[in-house]
């Protein structure tokens, strides 16, 4: 009994003589570490009490119907008794919203025609679809809408917000350029039906928007907004195969570059610009020249023109710009290479201007189609068919595409209209919406898209 007495006492000694020294250390240290140093210290870490019920008392901004009614005290407390007691555990809830602000129609974007097969594409930025139409479908007045001969969509398609598009007018491929997010351009064959892969893709800058093919020399053109160029293509590229050529830099007056269109006869290439541009500095060592900070600008919008093989910095040969123009978000650009004329989308101002092949500096145009017979809302794509003497337009404001006479003028009615969706049915236009902001003294929600 001596000895485990003996044992049990040196045992003790040695435990707490331990915990005293681990003490003193932790006050070394802790002494060492929380002297003064002119900042904030982390002193302690303490775990909080343990609270059951709600911390803070939610109150919502008015007593009145509102927008923010529906995040109501009540369904955040109904969520909160769901969850279970042990706080530690992570839980997935699976349910559906207590609303959603959807267009379950097409959203028409770009618009392209072949009239020799009387084949109408139509791009949808909204359910990222590529439909296709005859060229002589027209949507009864009370129909909800016209079915479309051919849908191509879907996660293997890489087409999703589609701003251009071009149909081969031997192969009848379907070139689709998408913009915001996928750098790819598609290419479907005519006989490609719903969710399959691209029969061809080329890898492009993020932002491509337009797409002009010059037949002839076998070169595909693309407009990239936020490099502020245009960049050309063998017309069979694939893959992540180079450029043959640039056009690029300041003196280029590209400045957020958006429709595309080339007059093989005069041999010259048009561009339409929103106006907002940064600049180039020096010459980096990969022999880039990246954008300077604080340089930004808005500009007033443009039609810039350049020779068809323009390379490089090179400086427009003539511009269309100023208040007489009406130039309003120019978007998609076509070229009557026989009439000498351009067709041009005009967003904002829900009109199509034409001007005259050589225009230059503050013009108006010659023709303008605007007004409410003519059902053109926030176009973005226009197409020519030269053989049928037709001017087609998307219109994004509405879920329609109209066609008019080459040498429509004014506020006059389409030959016929193509509708994706109900007539008396408004157009969301949420195109990849990045945020979303409450206004609370208008009670109105805000999507920047």
């Keep these: 009994m001596g000895l485990i007495s003996l044992v049990g006492v040196l045992a003790a000694w040695v435990l707490f003589s331990g915990v005293s020294h681990r003490a003193a250390l932790s006050a070394d240290s802790q002494s060492h570490f929380r002297r003064p140093t002119g900042s904030a210290q982390l002193v302690s870490v303490e775990p909080l009490p343990e609270m059951n019920g709600e911390m803070c008392e939610w109150t919502p901004a008015s007593a009145s119907a509102s927008l923010a009614a529906a995040f109501s005290q009540e369904r955040m407390a109904a969520a909160r008794s769901a969850m279970p007691a042990d706080a530690g555990t992570s839980i997935v809830l699976d349910r559906p919203p207590v609303r959603s602000i959807r267009d379950p129609n097409p959203s028409f974007s770009a618009i392209a025609v072949e009239p020799k097969t009387n084949m109408l594409v139509v791009t949808d930025e909204n359910l990222f679809q590529v439909l296709e139409y005859d060229r002589l479908d027209n949507t009864p007045p009370k129909a909800k809408m016209t079915e479309p001969k051919r849908v191509v969509g879907g996660t293997l398609t890489k087409a999703e917000m589609m701003c251009g598009v071009y149909i081969d007018p031997v192969t009848l491929d379907t070139?689709?350029?998408?913009?915001?997010?996928?750098?790819?351009?598609?290419?479907?064959?005519?006989?490609?039906?719903?969710n399959v892969a691209?029969?061809?893709?080329?890898?492009?800058?993020?932002?491509?928007?337009?797409?002009?093919?010059?037949?002839?020399?076998?070169?595909?053109?693309?407009?990239?907004?936020?490099?502020?160029?245009?960049?050309?293509?063998?017309?069979m590229a694939e893959g992540r195969e180079s450029p043959l050529r640039?056009?690029?830099?300041?003196?280029?007056?590209?400045?957020?570059?958006?429709?595309?269109?080339?007059?093989?006869?005069?041999?010259?290439?048009?561009?339409?610009?929103?106006?907002?541009?940064?600049?180039?500095?020096?010459?980096s060592s990969r022999g880039r020249r990246s954008f300077q900070?604080?340089?930004?600008?808005?500009?007033?919008?443009?039609?810039?023109?350049?020779?068809?093989?323009?390379?490089?910095?090179?400086?427009?040969?003539?511009?269309?710009?100023?208040?007489?123009?009406?130039?309003?978000?120019?978007?998609?650009?076509?070229v009557d290479e026989e009439r000498g004329e351009l067709y041009v989308a005009n967003d904002m101002d829900h009109s199509i201007v034409v001007f005259k092949t050589?225009?230059?500096?503050?013009?108006?145009?010659?023709?303008?189609?605007?007004?409410?017979?003519?059902?053109?809302?926030?176009?973005?794509?226009?197409?020519l068919d030269l053989k049928n003497k037709e001017l087609w337009v998307a219109n994004m404001g509405n879920h329609a595409a109209t066609v008019f006479p080459l040498a429509a003028n004014g506020n006059v009615p389409p030959l016929r209209t193509i509708r994706g969706g109900p007539s008396d049915e408004l157009s969301l236009m949420i195109g990849n919406p990045g945020a979303v902001g409450y206004d609370s003294k208008r009670d109105q929600i805000l999507v920047p898209n």
């Design 175 to 194: 070139y689709i350029v998408n913009n915001d997010t996928q750098d790819w351009l598609s290419i479907f064959s005519k006989n490609a039906r719903g």
């Design 198 to 235: 691209p029969d061809r893709v080329l890898a492009v800058p993020h932002g491509t928007f337009g797409i002009a093919v010059d037949e002839a020399r076998q070169e595909l053109y693309l407009t990239v907004q936020h490099n502020n160029e245009v960049i050309v293509y063998r017309k």
């Design 246 to 283: 640039e056009l690029l830099g300041n003196a280029t007056g590209l400045e957020d570059p958006h429709g595309v269109a080339l007059d093989a006869k005069d041999d010259l290439l048009f561009v339409t610009n929103h106006g907002s541009v940064s600049y180039r500095g020096e010459e």
């Design 293 to 334: 900070k604080g340089s930004g600008k808005l500009n007033p919008p443009s039609i810039t023109v350049y020779p068809r093989d323009a390379n490089g910095n090179v400086a427009p040969l003539r511009t269309i710009s100023g208040p007489k123009t009406g130039l309003n978000w120019p978007m998609q650009i076509a």
């Design 358 to 383: 050589t225009d230059q500096g503050d013009v108006a145009p010659t023709r303008i189609i605007k007004g409410p017979k003519t059902n053109v809302k926030n176009p973005t794509g226009v197409a």
